[in-house]
């Protein structure tokens, strides 16, 4: 007989916040005005803001540059086909402002506040998320999340990012869970769905892009919409 269902874990970025919904969103917004954007593929722009967020992300990750550090070079590889003629002042505005558009346009992927109002009454809810804690903190206030969550546990504060097992592990502790009891809710293959395997934590892959998948046998579903069916899916062992 499996173990009773105590504890759900979450991914944040992309799995309860819509990253990339705000990304997008943000990104337009600060471009807008500036001169080049009006002849620019917004598909292409946003492609290589995408792939130098990933690049630096894993860079930040692993130790080899600061945040600050990350950002900056970031942006400046990203505006250098577009903008070379940027001055420095209108570089920093640039940065400024993408920053305040991406705060203010920050939304939680559809469904996420639902389904963790039903899952709360009956469940520890942790949030497992390879960033910085003050940031996470303040998105999960901002996105009204935080009186749902009972731990949230990030490679800042643990020291190493998923799908190292020691963040897993810290985040059982904390929650006071075994790995039979827990299930896993996340975006990334590697990190999320890898990550919880390699400790005997039952994974549910958030797959809203529709990629190709590599274990069969992993529970996957495309949204938290319709709730009854992410429900179900989340529960399934319990």
Not at 44 to 64: D, N, V, W
Not at 65 to 88: K, V
Request: hydrophobic content about 45%; glycine content about 4%.
């Amino acid at each position: 007989m499996p173990a009773r269902l105590t504890t759900v874990l979450f991914d944040l970025d992309d799995t309860l916040f819509d990253h990339i919904a705000t990304a997008r969103a943000a990104l337009r917004a600060s471009a807008a005005p500036l001169a080049f954007f009006q002849t620019v593929d917004f598909e292409g722009f946003y492609k290589l803001y995408s792939e130098l967020l990933e690049e630096y992300h894993a860079l930040l990750m692993a130790g080899r540059c600061t945040y600050e550090e990350a950002r900056l070079r970031r942006f400046e590889r990203l505006l250098a086909p577009y903008w070379a003629t940027a001055t420095a002042a209108e570089f920093n505005d640039f940065m400024r402002a993408n920053q305040w558009h991406y705060s203010r346009l920050r939304q939680p992927v559809a469904g996420a506040l639902a389904l963790l109002q039903a899952l709360k009454p009956r469940y520890r809810i942790g949030i497992v998320t390879n960033n910085r804690t003050a940031e996470q903190e303040e998105k999960l206030a901002f996105l009204s999340m935080t009186d749902f969550v009972d731990a949230l546990i990030t490679s800042e504060e643990v020291g190493v990012p998923k799908p190292n097992p020691r963040i897993f592990e810290v985040a059982l502790k904390r929650l006071g869970a075994r790995p039979e009891q827990t299930v896993l809710v996340g975006d990334n293959w590697q990190a999320d769905v890898l990550g919880a395997l390699a400790v005997g934590i039952r994974p549910v892959w958030l797959n809203r892009l529709g990629t190709k998948q590599a274990l069969p046998h992993v529970a996957a579903i495309s949204s938290f919409e319709p709730l009854e069916a992410a429900l179900r899916a989340v529960v399934s062992a319990d």
